[in-house]
């Protein structure tokens, strides 16, 4: 009886054990975040971009509130604010709405790198090209400071990344090249599987996107001839 008694006791406390270590497993699922894609959900991780400093700081530059950019901008306060808190990631069209209201180039929202300080404005060395991150897809500028309606870039679009639920479309040229990978390219009603080598031209006043459909990486040269001196993501 007492073996018996024992081996109960032994039993009870390691069911305790067990049902302790699951609500500690279960907790530690549960407070885990994942990124957030370009819809803009509120949640945050210790990797996600730090664009908002960057937002935050073009908006106190030009003496507007969270209040005025959310006007301007037709972006919802609650959201302009969870962007600026790096809380939320915007896609490309709300990027270029937020860019937009606040009048700044897109290059004001790349981490600059310091230049070579021989070098002309014209030249941008490799290892200096500005960086935009925006954990679903980064953006590498190539274009240097002296270009003012001529930019271009390499997208950095990760498999099953793209530019959003919603295209993009306003005045400007663009076009590219595949360098690696492959994206399917959307402009207006059609849509075309682009790979490695293939390139492209597209008036951007029509509604446009892209995604990767791929199992990799996608490296896309991309070109952007701004019209009437604005300057687009």
Same mark, same amino acid.
């Given at each position: 009886?007492?073996t018996?008694?024992?081996?109960g006791?032994?039993?009870?406390?390691?069911?305790?054990?067990?049902?302790?270590?699951?609500?500690?497993?279960?907790?530690?699922?549960?407070g885990?975040?994942?990124?957030?894609?370009?819809?803009?959900?509120?949640?945050?991780?210790?990797?996600?971009?730090?664009?908002?400093?960057?937002?935050?700081?073009?908006?106190?530059?030009?003496?507007?509130?969270?209040?005025?950019?959310?006007?301007?901008s $037709?972006?919802?306060?609650?959201?302009?604010?969870?962007?600026?808190?790096?809380?939320?990631?915007?896609?490309?069209?709300?990027?270029?709405?937020?860019?937009?209201?606040?009048?700044?180039?897109?290059s004001?929202?790349?981490?600059?790198?310091?230049?070579?300080?021989?070098?002309?404005?014209?030249?941008?060395?490799?290892?200096?090209?500005?960086?935009?991150?925006?954990?679903?897809?980064?953006?590498?500028?190539?274009?240097?400071?002296?270009?003012?309606?001529?930019?271009?870039?390499?997208?950095?679009?990760?498999?099953?990344?793209?530019?959003?639920?919603?295209?993009?479309?306003?005045?400007?040229?663009?076009?590219?090249?595949?360098?690696?990978?492959?994206?399917?390219?959307?402009?207006g009603?059609?849509?075309?599987?682009?790979?490695?080598?293939?390139?492209?031209?597209?008036?951007?006043?029509?509604?446009? $996107?892209?995604?990767?459909?791929?199992?990799?990486?996608?490296?896309?040269?991309?070109?952007?001839?701004?019209?009437?001196?604005e300057?687009?993501?």
């Amino acid at each position: 009886m007492r073996t018996e008694r024992a081996t109960g006791r032994s039993i009870g406390r390691a069911r305790v054990a067990l049902s302790k270590s699951g609500m500690a497993r279960a907790k530690a699922v549960s407070g885990k975040r994942a990124a957030p894609g370009p819809s803009g959900s509120a949640t945050r991780t210790a990797d996600l971009p730090l664009i908002g400093h960057a937002i935050r700081a073009l908006r106190k530059s030009k003496g507007m509130s969270l209040q005025d950019l959310a006007a301007a901008s $037709g972006v919802s306060l609650g959201m302009l604010s969870q962007i600026e808190r790096d809380r939320a990631n915007p896609s490309l069209r709300v990027l270029t709405r937020i860019r937009e209201a606040l009048d700044a180039p897109v290059s004001a929202l790349f981490e600059e790198t310091p230049p070579v300080i021989a070098d002309p404005d014209f030249v941008r060395r490799a290892g200096h090209h500005p960086r935009l991150d925006l954990g679903y897809i980064s953006k590498e500028l190539l274009s240097s400071k002296a270009s003012r309606h001529l930019q271009f870039m390499v997208l950095h679009v990760p498999p099953g990344a793209a530019t959003g639920d919603h295209p993009i479309a306003y005045a400007a040229e663009k076009g590219g090249l595949i360098l690696d990978g492959e994206l399917v390219l959307t402009v207006g009603s059609r849509e075309a599987l682009i790979r490695a080598g293939d390139s492209f031209f597209f008036d951007g006043t029509q509604p446009h $996107g892209f995604r990767n459909p791929g199992t990799r990486d996608a490296r896309v040269l991309w070109i952007i001839v701004t019209v009437g001196g604005e300057r687009h993501l």
